[in-house]
């Protein structure tokens, strides 16, 4: 059935219900002929929250409005709702699939798998998930929507977090007097980044994966242009060159970092900078206990040199704390020089 069928057939159930005729079954039937159009989708969740109400112990409604509540966007809820649902009826298959969908949305293999799924495809994308040299994306929005109401406060009161600090002391070491430059800041979140880098900047520029994060910088009025884009993807695209790319506590969501060192030179101008910080590794990359990544200093010098980056300084430092420790960690400042490919 396409939108325009379901509309058709959402029309005929809306007519049926409202002469007090159909029950749960007819419902169900309405949010998934709703569900078949974006532009309808506000209406479905609004029939799923109704009969939700109507109906509360009856599985098949529930796992509609979890349905509804995934295509809405809502991630948290829906797999709440599909929770539900499942403890209503331990045995529906199509809660349960719906249920491992959205851990997948929110980039979390291991709980689509815990769900019990016997859907193949499903499966293999649960595997591929846990095996990728990145932290899926769809996680890492999660994770930022759920933190961006008090991430300021968490951050800098909590975690003790001096990343941007850090990397501004770097780049006054590796390109002192450097002002006016047009900046790229990668994960650049609600913006504390920014704020400490806006005043060398002619143009400042900023993408991240979580909206609620982009709408908390967006209010600092600190940027010039806000995206929404995975920036591994989005720096590879074509673009405008910049003096500096900024990376404060976003590449720990990455392992393999060759593609965007590849890319980063790609986006900056004859001796323009890469600065970022990492977590240290001993050997290669890593996934820690946190599920954040950790380099080591031979594979970030080995894979800049490949990049056609130089490095121009790297040096020890703490990024932020973790259960009131400093987290061991690397400032990093990468240059494509002139003579650079």
Known sequence: MDAKAGAAAAALLRERLAAGRGGALARTMLVDALLLS????????????????????????????????????QLPTAIAELQRALRLDPQNSEARNFL????????????????????????????????APRSDPGYVRHLFDQFSADYDLRMRNHLHYAAPEILLNLASMVMPG?????????????????????????RLDGMDLSPAMLDKARARNLYDHLAVADLQTALAAPGPAYDLILAADTLVYLGDLAAVFS????RLIPDGFFLFTVEKAENGFELGPKRRWRHSQTYLRDTAAAAGLTVAGLVEAAPRHEAGQPVEGFAVALAKLSHSK
């Open 38 to 73: 974006p532009a309808d989708v506000p209406g479905a969740l609004a029939e799923a929250r109704e009969a939700a109400m109507l109906f509360p112990t009856v599985a098949s409604v529930i796992t509609r409005l979890g349905l509804a509540l995934l295509a809405a966007g």
């Open 100 to 131: 491992a969908q959205a851990w997948l949305s929110a980039g979390e293999p291991d709980k689509a798998l815990e769900t019990g799924l016997e859907d193949e495809t499903l499966i293999a994308q649960a595997q591929a998930m846990k095996a």
């Open 178 to 202: 450097k002002e006016n430059l047009t900046i790229l800041d990668l994960g650049c979140g609600t913006g504390l980044a920014g704020e400490v880098f806006r005043p060398l900047a002619a």
């Open 263 to 266: 890319a980063a030179a790609a």
